[in-house]
């Protein structure tokens, strides 16, 4: 038991013991509590899964519906992941919870990620929502959040990416990431490649689930624009791939609810998802943060790369797991300087293991490595894990 939230979110940050979902399903079963709650919505993928939940909220909020929101990686704060109507729960009521499943935590073992899980599913059934837009982990059929009775599910995309754990080939993230779909319901996808819809759309004839494909739309660039049925948008930000993600989102909305265009286009323009080409600055220069944590990612990255608004330099680190040489070849490619650096993580890159050549260098700083690109470039792009993003952030903030 714990009397304040400091040691409480540090002591479930470090419960990292793997269990299967039938075992979890179990425990939360034992507690009763309610995995079969109103319009649980289920968004998985390999990329901009955060992003679409963000838009869709925003979209439902708009409209006057209460929407609980969960997400992960955190960005600011261990709440962050856990959310109605973009608020994150507060330090009370987590503290309250931890404590509340502290026996069961200890009785079981159980990781960070089934911890915060069972407190978003208690949370929220104890809260006047009307839907519930809940963010797969890793996978999809072994997420622990697959325990949920969901009303609508959506996959973003398809790509490799954790191949360690849910891998090692194509075929076999497919058949991961698709098992969030669950009989007679509603599935929609914005992936494009003819090769992964096909098999989509067989696992969804066999559920008898309706499955809806975003259609591929034009995009103008800076600023980014585009249509959606009579609607048109301005995106706040330069990440060209959120179109994408703002798309699967109204489509998501349209199966749900009447739009009304009134509210709907501020509300979409307005939805910024922090840590996707999110610009802050550093000492008087601009400096984006992206999470591209995957090799998907870092391609979409370099698309919305804006050129002719000044050279930037890339600030690199990502965890062991990723294929790291990969990104870093596809920046480079792209005619971009790179910096590799760490951050304080047992998981982080060995730099060593990286050959140096004349367009990248080893600055195992990442403030060493930021404040040089900036001194060097005309701005900054920081990039790679999630988990650095999160830490490059805070430091961006803590220096204006």
């Known amino acids: ?25 179990k425990t939360l079963e034992s507690l009763q509590i309610n995995m079969a709650q ?50 994150p729960i507060s330090d009370d009521d987590l503290l309250k919870y931890i404590n509340r499943f502290y026996d069961v935590i200890e009785r079981e073992d159980m990781s960070m990620f089934e911890i915060d899980v069972m407190i978003m599913l ?29 009303t609508l599910s959506a996959i973003t995309n398809i790509g490799l990416d954790h191949l360690e754990q849910i891998g090692p080939t194509l075929y076999d993230v497919i058949n991961e990431k698709m098992g969030i779909i669950q009989p007679h319901q509603i599935f929609v996808t914005s992936e494009i490649s003819g090769t992964i819809i096909a098999r ?16 591929e739309y034009d995009v103008d660039e800076y600023p980014i624009t585009f249509a959606y049925r009579n609607m048109f948008f301005k995106l706040k930000t330069n990440g060209i791939y959120q179109a994408t993600n703002a798309r699967l989102a109204l489509t998501i909305a349209h199966k749900l609810i009447t739009l009304n265009p009134t509210l709907t286009v501020p509300a979409v323009e307005d939805a910024i998802w922090q840590g996707r080409y999110e610009e802050l ?42 294929s790291a040489e990969s ?18 993580d047992e998981r982080v890159i060995d730099l ?42 805070r430091f961006l903030q803590e220096m204006k």
């Open 327 to 344: 990104m870093v070849s596809l920046l480079q490619n792209a005619g971009l300087f790179v910096y590799l650096t760490t951050f304080d």
């Open 200 to 215: 989509l759309q067989e696992q969804c004839d066999v559920m008898e689930a309706l499955m809806v494909v975003v259609p």
């Open 122 to 150: 208690a949370y929220f059934d104890e809260q006047d929502l009307d839907y519930r837009i809940i963010e797969c982990g890793i996978g999809g059929k072994n997420d622990k959040t697959n325990v949920i009775d969901s």
């Open 38 to 87: 109103k319009n649980m919505i289920h968004i998985g993928g390999t990329n901009g899964k955060g992003s679409t939940v963000n838009y869709l909220r925003a979209i439902l909020n708009a409209h006057g519906y209460r929407v609980g929101t969960f997400t992960s990686p955190y960005l600011v704060c261990h709440n962050d992941r856990i959310r109605i109507d973009d608020e």
């Open 1 to 25: 038991m714990f009397d304040n939230i400091q040691e409480a979110v540090a002591y479930i940050e470090g419960k990292r013991h793997k269990r299967t979902v039938e075992e979890f399903r």
């Open 281 to 322: 600055s550093y000492n008087g220069k601009r400096v984006v943060i992206d999470g591209a944590h995957n090799i998907p990612a870092i391609e979409s990255l370099i698309k919305s790369i804006k050129f002719d608004d000044g050279h930037p330099a890339i600030v690199f680190s990502c965890l062991k797991e990723k």
């Open 352 to 393: 060593s293991k990286i050959a140096t050549n004349d367009i990248q260098k080893v600055v195992p700083d990442y403030r060493a490595a930021i404040k040089e690109a900036s001194s060097q470039y005309d701005y900054v792009i920081v990039t790679g894990s999630l988990h650095f993003i999160s830490i490059v952030r």
